[in-house]
């Protein structure tokens, strides 16, 4: 080995340096500076930050009918996190945004979206966004304001109902599209993750 | 080195520049392709490239119920903006809003965002349509606010946009916070 690379003039050895660190950096995203690990806990009360929106878990229920506006579920439970939701960015975020901030960890059977009913793991089941107070969906998260709302997923009554749940908040970065020049909040990464007790909505 | 590698070499980090510099001095593609704004005030009328917008007032509250029924109640404050708009040569529609507040945060909303939401369909050419505007904001941060209005709400670029100037003050959001429930008509063809 030690006699290849005495044979090797300055300039290939330079060359190979280069190309191995170059390999070796670039599978882990370069030599850019990384950004530190900012997964924590998430607990009843305590706002979290989960870029661009502040959430604060206020409880976690379970429901066979949200009565009036919503009505009875037509796939089996409710399964609902009530949080106050704002933002720190200067301009409103789209309803995607808030909707993908918070997702429940290792349930099945809950239904995709409102309008696709296809049973999926909780991991890909995307939330309603209700605001409590007048029952009217989120659809953008306006600067300077702060919405109690219900993120409402729906389960099949197959499934054991559960007595706690693993919540987990996701960020996003503000960034180019990568198909055409439009910014928004693309790319989600996992951020905190908080176990909680599941109780009747309306019971208390 | 040769001489031929050389001069291939310097036409090649010469090509890069020129590049790179025109890159520079080129507009930036979303500067490009930003709205024509078009500036006006309550009770003025402004040409837009698909018909005329006449800005009729501006009101307030912390809960709204619209004449379709729905109602919402804010956690700030409410804002309705009643507008006409007369098609000039084909049925054209207002589809897109943003409210843009007085420390520079902008809030964006289209046709149908439940709670914040322009409503102006295409009426027929030539014909007044009673339209209206409504979008939540920060009241410490109303004062100073001005609304935009346009066409597409997937894709306003390239187009005109009315910039309405609100004029709301201090006073009027004190008012607005104690006020009653407001009912809004949302939509109305002008003699139906």
């Known amino acids: ?204 | 080195m040769s001489r031929s590698q050389l001069g291939t070499g310097s036409l090649v980090v010469a090509a890069l520049a020129v590049g790179q510099a025109l890159n520079d001095r080129l507009p930036d593609s979303s500067d490009a392709s930003r709205l024509f704004e078009r500036p006006v005030a309550i009770g003025e009328t402004v040409e837009l490239r698909t018909g005329d917008l006449t800005p009729r007032s501006v009101e307030g509250a912390t809960s709204i119920l619209r004449s379709i029924g729905s109602s919402i109640r804010s956690p700030g404050l409410a804002v309705v903006v009643s507008f006409d708009f007369v098609s000039r040569q084909v049925s054209s529609s207002i589809r897109y809003g943003e409210l843009r507040d007085g420390s520079g945060r902008v809030t964006v909303f289209g046709p149908s965002g439940d709670r914040n939401e322009v409503t102006c369909s295409g009426g027929p050419v030539g014909i007044v349509v009673h339209c209206t505007a409504v979008v939540e904001a920060d009241p410490e941060t109303l004062p100073g606010s001005v609304l935009g209005l346009a066409g597409d709400e997937l894709d306003p670029r390239f187009d005109d946009m009315a910039v309405i100037d609100l004029d709301i003050t201090a006073a009027d959001v004190r008012a607005w916070q104690e006020s009653e429930e407001l009912e809004v008509d949302v939509y109305e063809v002008a003699g139906l």
């Open chain 1, 1 to 204: 080995m030690l006699g290849w690379i005495a044979g090797r003039s300055l300039r290939q050895i330079v060359l190979a340096v280069g190309a191995v660190i170059l390999l070796a950096s670039g599978a882990f995203g370069g030599l850019r500076q990384a950004e530190p690990d900012q997964r924590g806990a998430l607990t009843l009360g305590e706002p979290r930050d989960a870029a661009p929106v502040r959430l604060t878990v206020k409880g976690v229920y379970w429901a066979d009918d949200l009565g009036e506006a919503i009505g009875p579920s037509d796939f089996g439970r409710y399964l609902l996190v009530i949080a106050d939701v704002s933002s720190g960015h200067d301009a409103s975020l789209d309803s995607f945004v808030v909707r993908e901030t918070l997702r429940l960890n290792r349930l099945d059977q809950l239904a995709k979206n409102t309008l696709s009913r296809v049973p999926v793991r909780s991991e890909d089941a995307d939330p309603q966004v209700i605001v409590t107070d007048d029952r009217v969906r989120l659809a953008e998260l306006g600067p300077g304001l702060t919405y109690e709302v219900a993120f409402i997923w729906e389960q099949q009554i197959s499934e054991p109902l559960p007595t706690s749940i693993e919540l987990q908040t996701w960020s996003h970065q503000f960034r180019q599209s990568s198909l055409d020049d439009q910014e928004n909040w693309f790319g989600r990464s996992p951020d905190a993750t908080g176990r909680f007790a599941v109780t009747k909505f309306g019971a208390s």
